[in-house]
């Protein structure tokens, strides 16, 4: 029996085609499910009973678990249980310009990256898309809130999860679904340069990031272990064919590790990869572990690195920070939990 929340509308409207019924009561069905927020298939009031009756056979409305939820100054962090007990996490941050959730894509993650929590417990699998809309619903009804805008960044590498990610995407999008705009969108990759030149073929106009945090290969490899499959000339030559062809500008995360890549030779180095690209730079304070010997660059490093990329015409932000009383670092709050139990 699969979760219905899995399914696009156009897939659900090949489902009751099969069955030769109407096509309208997709639409039904779809705003029971996303506008109306109903947890039973009974509730649906203007369906036939008949339908109901083969829907309940068919699909099931499961909801995950809620494991547990922190809570700091605008950011509620939640651990939830999937149906076969495996953990993952969502973030709702509170900004100025919207409620904005960060979610995972992956059970742990195989990148390798050696500053990240995430991948200190290795992928077990891939989430699927009722995976992924689920902690949506379940956030806008814990905190009575609506979200809009999501950042595809949190444990697991999207690009990865590829087929999955994209048919979330489309449920979350659609005007009958959740109703993200895609601009309130953005997919995060390490750079896997095959699925970023997929992604520039889709049509989406969901916004890219690409996590950076180094400016050369040396420095990328020892941080990144993707570097070694995908040079960082590669990535930068395949980004700019990206912003060619989708008209969009792209975002570079940067994360800022004292004494490792927040020195000004460094700064003055990213000027000079990312001179005439159509993007901006998104400097991340380092969110510490006991896991990790990394440490936050001191806050007048980040300032010293923010405003050579400024003087030099590069477009740049430094991320605003959430509370560390809510393990902050992606990923910390699962591995942490998998620890004491």
């Known amino acids: 029996m699969e979760n219905i929340y899995g399914y696009t509308l156009s897939r659900l409207e090949n489902y009751f085609i099969e069955r030769n019924e109407k096509k309208f009561r997709v639409i039904q069905i779809y705003e029971w499910l996303y506008k109306k927020r109903v947890n039973s298939f009974d ?17 099931n409305l499961n909801k995950l ?49 050696t500053f ?41 590498e999207p690009f990865d999860n590829y087929d999955n990610v994209m048919e979330f995407i489309n449920i979350v999008n659609h005007p009958k679904g959740i109703d993200i705009g895609a601009r309130h969108i953005t997919i995060s990759t390490c750079g896997i340069i095959p699925k970023i030149e997929e992604f520039m073929k889709s049509g989406k106009q969901v916004n890219l990031a690409i996590s ?3 400016p050369n290969d040396e420095l990328r490899n020892k941080l990144m272990s993707i570097n070694k499959v995908y040079k ?54 380092y969110n510490e572990t006991s896991h990790h010997r990394y440490q936050k660059s001191p806050k007048e490093n980040i300032m010293r690195f923010y405003d050579i990329l400024q003087k030099n015409k590069i477009n740049v932000t430094i991320r605003k920070e959430f509370g560390s009383e809510v393990m902050a670092a992606c990923g910390q709050l699962r591995s942490n939990y998998e620890e004491e139990k």
């Open 116 to 156: 990240c929590e995430s991948g200190r417990l290795k992928k077990v699998r891939s989430l699927y898309p009722h995976e992924m809309v689920l902690p949506i619903l379940q956030i806008e009804s814990d905190l009575n809130i609506r979200i809009t805008h999501l950042v595809i960044m949190g444990i697991g």
């Open 232 to 285: 960082l000339k590669d990535l930068i030559e395949v980004i700019k064919k990206y912003i060619k062809v989708t008209k969009r500008r792209v975002t570079f995360e940067y994360i800022m590790l004292k004494d490792i890549n927040d020195t000004p030779e460094l700064a003055h180095e990213l000027v000079n990869l990312l001179k005439g690209i159509n993007c901006y730079v998104n400097l991340i304070p």
């Open 65 to 113: 678990k809620i494991i547990k939820r922190l809570d700091g100054k605008d950011v509620h962090k939640y651990l939830f249980a999937l149906e076969d007990g495996n953990k993952i996490e969502a973030v709702l941050m509170k900004h100025n310009y919207g409620n904005s959730l960060c979610l995972s894509t992956q059970v742990g993650c195989n990148m390798g990256c």
């Open 212 to 214: 950076l945090h180094a």
């Open 43 to 59: 509730e649906m009031t203007n369906i036939k009973k008949e339908l109901i009756e083969e829907l309940k056979k068919e699909f």
